[in-house]
Every structure is written in structure tokens, then in C-alpha cells.
Nanobody
Framework: QVQLVESGGGLVQAGGSLRLSCAASGRTFGSYIMGWFRQAPGKEREFVAAFWWTGGLTDYADSVKGRSTISRDIAKNTVYLQMNSLKPEDTAVYFC?????????????????WGQGTQVTVSS
């Protein structure tokens, strides 16, 4: 029903910045919660950030809080994750996710729809 495509990843030096994009298509009408997750090799998927436009709420993992911003471009139907002051620990595949069924309290859990992921590699 909903397709999500991430882009914007790449190789960056520590201290640099990236803006990840998540373009949505298909049946996108509704009050969606959008999330960003990441998964490093050999590690579990972890929550990064979430956004609920209807509720005017955002949430960030402690590991990225203060240096990351999740935002939305309504005209482009796209959600972004701006990441600054990148660290080698940020190296992972980043996934965009969307859900119209979960509550805000479930924002760090599983989602209905997932993108294919975009690789972020931060060198030391």
C-alpha cells in the first residue's frame, strides 16, 4: 500500500553531515507516524528518530539527540533525517518506516511499512 525509498547515504568523515531522505508513494493518506531506524553489522536494529505531524511530536534516541533533526516536506511527500557531527558509531544501514495504526507510545517499536535502507559510513 505504501512504498518508501531512502536515499542520501554515503561515506563521510567524522564530524560531517548527511541528510537522509525518505520518499513515500502509494496510499499515503492518513495520520502517519514516521520513523528512522538503523542497523549496524552484527547488531540489532535500533531506533533513531520518529515524527508525528498530526500530534506535532518528535522523538530522538539519546545517541543522536541534539545533532539530528527529523522533518517533512509536504509538497514532496518526503521525510528527512538531518544528521550532523557524525561519529563512526553512526555507521549503519538506515531505514525509513511508516505506520498509520500504532500510537505515539509505540513509536520505537515495529512499523507497517519499511524502506530498503541506505548505507551511512562514517570514517574516523
Amino acid at each position: 500500500q505504501v512504498q518508501l525509498v531512502e536515499s542520501g547515504g554515503g561515506l563521510v568523515q567524522a564530524g560531517g553531515s548527511l541528510r537522509l531522505s525518505c520518499a513515500a508513494s502509494g496510499r499515503t493518506f492518513g495520520s502517519y507516524i514516521m520513523g528512522w531506524f538503523r542497523q549496524a553489522p552484527g547488531k540489532e536494529r535500533e531506533f533513531v528518530a520518529a515524527f508525528w505531524w498530526t500530534g506535532g511530536l518528535t522523538d530522538y534516541a539519546d545517541s543522536v539527540k541534539g545533532r539530528s533533526t527529523i522533518s517533512r516536506d509536504i509538497a514532496k511527500n518526503t521525510v528527512y533525517l538531518q544528521m550532523n557531527s557524525l561519529k563512526p558509531e553512526d555507521t549503519a544501514v538506515y531505514f525509513c518506516a511508516a505506520d498509520v495504526t500504532i500510537s505515539w507510545s509505540q513509536r520505537r517499536g515495529n512499523y507497517q511499512y519499511w524502506g530498503q535502507g541506505t548505507q551511512v559510513t562514517v570514517s574516523s
